[in-house]
């Protein structure tokens, strides 16, 4: 909720969307109804770039790589100048609501995470099951999704096999291929959008790689909507490119933890374990 509020009073004295000042204007905001994907994605997206607006002009060095996690990539490549901050919230709105309409005909969906979920066996299991490989994390781990029948069938597995299950709160199996129906849609809609070459290095997610062409970064961002993120090998070419330190905008502090995991030797926080924006600055000062 503090995120909300945060984002809310930003808002109110900037020029954004109607279609986004609309989300903010409800008095009495449940976590419930911000965890729905046609809310949680723009008002993610939205949070990323009011909190990028704020430290871009800051900082002392420009990044080395900018990488976006997900339904992050609206918000990361409107930071490498790629698309507008405006075309960034019109294309989180999109996407939500193309993927939404892709499982519309389908049964309750879900993610969860898998701690072993990478091993051969459990690729069968899942198969079995009608459940997909949706995001590669570290050690083994393995976001899953599928509708809610199937994953039930693959946790009651799990449980059996003393294997560590988690149930996510999100309700859209996003990069599998229940999400088929996006990709093509998406990237029509992106023709229609003037972009740019980035103005830093991008990590793009759906080729776990760092794209500089226009033409090859629409295309990876409509592909990771319906295909496998593979997560893992972006953090490797996160630890590649050697930065002193790795800033997660937020929000959360999971990125972070993840890269702190990897490599001992990158600084990496989270926005959200600071205080204020100029601690944030404070600490960046110190390493880079």
């Known amino acids: 909720m503090k995120h909300y509020h945060e984002l809310s009073q930003a ?25 729905h994907n046609q809310f949680a994605q723009p008002l993610i997206t939205a949070l990323q770039l009011v909190r990028w607006q704020r430290l871009s002009s800051q900082l ?10 997900s339904a992050g990539e609206s918000a990361s490549y409107a930071a490498a100048g790629v698309w507008s901050e405006e075309d960034a919230l019109a294309i989180s709105l999109v996407r939500s609501r193309l993927m939404d309409q892709a499982i519309a005909s389908l049964g309750p969906c879900a993610l969860a995470y898998i701690e072993e979920g990478q091993t051969p066996g459990m690729v069968d299991v899942l198969a079995q099951h009608g459940v997909f490989g949706a995001i590669t994390l570290a050690h083994g781990g393995l976001i899953v999704g599928g509708e809610t029948k199937g994953l039930l069938a693959v946790a009651s597995h799990c449980t059996q096999h003393h294997m560590n299950w988690r149930w996510l709160p999100i309700s859209v199996p996003s990069h599998t291929p229940l999400m088929h129906g996006v990709e093509q849609p998406l990237l029509d809609y992106l023709a229609t959008l003037k972009l740019s070459a980035p103005l830093y290095p991008l990590l793009a997610g759906g080729v776990s790689a760092v794209v500089s062409s226009v033409t090859e970064l629409k295309k990876a961002f409509a592909y990771q ?41 990158i600084m990496a926080r989270s926005l959200d374990e600071f205080h204020s924006d100029g601690a944030v600055m404070d600490w960046l000062g110190r390493w880079c």
């Open 60 to 69: 002392a060095h420009s990044p080395i790589l900018i990488a976006g996690y």
């Open 11 to 35: 808002i109110a004295t900037q020029h954004w969307p109607q279609s986004v000042k609309l989300m903010l204007t409800d008095k009495v905001v449940d976590e419930a109804k911000l965890a």
């Open 225 to 265: 909507t319906c295909h496998l993120l593979d997560w893992h090998h972006c953090l490797s070419v996160i630890r590649e490119y050697r930065p002193q330190v790795v800033l997660e905008i937020g929000p959360g502090n999971a990125l972070a933890s993840m890269v702190r995991e990897l490599d001992v030797g």
